[in-house]
Structures are given as structure tokens and as C-alpha cells.
């Protein structure tokens, strides 16, 4: 009986231990599309670290969301998120995506953006995008009001209107310059299809990052059986980006 009971007790440290780490360190998961190919193709298994950036504090259903914040993401990162436009008010139970790091708080971003003239003209042109940090003052332009105004509804829970072409009214009050209370990043997932990423969701907030993508553990088509389909030259394969000096 008391072998037993000390299998029983190293079968559930085990899984105990499993947990632990998945919940505070290291996970997997699955590359269902291509939007980052050729960094990540389908079927890909990456591994992704919970400490890179900062701990955020499991189990939201006890207490309010929590983020021990370290350090951002650099450019050019692989990050695993959740996705910010799920309304579930627990962050954490979102579905998990991943996407490229192109800009950081309080970096310009320029994007090439459609102007209408008219009722038939357009034309494009690369126009500056500021992406907020904490504390930040932005002034509202036309060509930033739209995502000014849906970043403070979906993110900040404000209340606002657009007001002309430069101007938001927020919480009753008409403003010029927006202020925010949280970081935030802009994020990529280009690829041979459709990509969901921020030029779908608009600025990711820092509080919906998980962590950075390690490495794939190994790469399986995910239309093969169990047997075949395995692509031994993408296993362990590092995905951090080289910094050159």
C-alpha cells in the first residue's frame, strides 16, 4: 500500500510540476495559418516564454488583472498575445495569437494611408502615427482620429465621439489631445494570406502580451497522420533575432 501511495504522490508532483510551469514559465502552441510565413509556416509547435517580458498573474476569475512588467518587446520580436478585440472581460481566457513587434511606446510609425477627394479621387500618402505610451499626449488629426477614438473605447474604457476631423469628444469633454494610461505596441503578422494583426485590431495593449516566442519545438503538417508529416529541419529551430553589432 505505501508504494502505492508513493507512486500515486510522484505521479501527482509530476503533474503538478507540468502545470506549474506552463501556467508561470513556458508553453506550446500550434501555427494554424500562414500570415508569417516564411518565419513560421503551419504546423509549426513554438515554444514561448511567460518571464521575457514579465510575469502576468494567473487565474483573473480571483483578482483584478495583474502585470509585473520588466521590460517591452523589442523590434522585430515574435510575441504571443491575446486577442484584444474579444470582449471577454478576463484577459487571459482571449484567444492566443502571434504577430511580428514593428513598433514599441512612444515610437513613429509611418503608414501608407488612402485619402479620398471628392467622390472619386484618392490618392496615398505615408503619414506619421504616434504609438501611445503612458502618460502620452497625442494631438488628434484626420488621419488618426479614427484610431485614436476605437483604441480609447475598446482599451481605455472611455466614451467617445468623433467631433470634425481633428477633435474627440471624450467623456463629455471636447479634446484636441488625448492622453493614455497604458502602454502599447504595434503589431505585424504579413503574410501570403489574410493577416490579423493591428491593421485589423489597431494598437495592442502591453497588458495583452503573454510573452516571446522562443523557438519551434518541432514542425508537423497538420493534414498528415500521426506517423508522417514531420519536418526534421524546423525542429529546435531558434526564431530570437540575431542582434548584429
Request: with cysteine.
Amino acid at each position: 500500500m505505501r508504494k502505492w501511495f508513493k507512486r500515486l504522490f510522484i505521479v501527482l508532483g509530476v503533474i503538478l510540476g507540468v502545470i506549474l510551469v506552463k501556467v508561470f514559465l513556458i508553453f506550446q502552441i500550434t501555427v494554424t495559418n500562414n500570415t508569417l510565413r516564411p518565419t513560421l509556416i503551419q504546423g509549426d509547435r513554438v515554444l514561448v516564454s511567460r518571464l521575457s517580458y514579465g510575469l502576468r498573474f494567473p487565474f483573473e476569475y480571483f483578482w483584478d488583472h495583474r502585470y509585473f512588467q520588466i521590460c517591452f518587446p523589442q523590434r522585430g520580436d515574435l510575441v504571443a498575445f491575446n486577442d484584444p478585440l474579444e470582449r471577454n472581460p478576463f484577459v487571459s481566457t482571449h484567444s492566443i495569437c502571434l504577430g511580428k513587434c514593428i513598433a514599441t511606446p512612444g515610437d513613429t510609425l509611418w503608414l501608407f494611408i488612402k485619402i479620398h477627394q471628392g467622390n472619386f479621387n484618392t490618392h496615398s500618402i505615408w503619414l506619421p502615427f504616434i504609438v501611445p505610451h503612458k502618460g502620452c499626449k497625442i494631438k488628434v488629426t484626420p488621419w488618426n482620429q479614427h484610431l485614436l477614438a476605437n483604441t480609447l473605447r475598446l482599451d481605455e474604457d472611455a466614451n467617445v465621439c468623433e467631433h470634425g476631423d481633428s477633435f474627440l469628444i471624450v467623456n463629455g469633454n471636447l479634446l484636441d489631445t488625448i492622453e493614455f494610461s497604458q502602454d502599447y505596441l504595434w503589431i505585424s503578422a504579413r503574410g501570403e494570406t489574410f493577416s490579423y494583426d493591428s491593421r485589423i485590431f489597431g494598437f495592442l495593449p502591453i497588458t495583452h502580451v503573454i510573452g516571446r516566442v522562443l523557438c519551434t519545438s518541432y514542425s508537423k503538417d497538420l493534414s498528415s497522420n500521426i506517423i508522417t508529416g514531420y519536418r526534421p529541419k524546423r525542429f529546435m529551430h531558434s526564431l530570437i533575432p540575431v542582434i548584429k553589432k
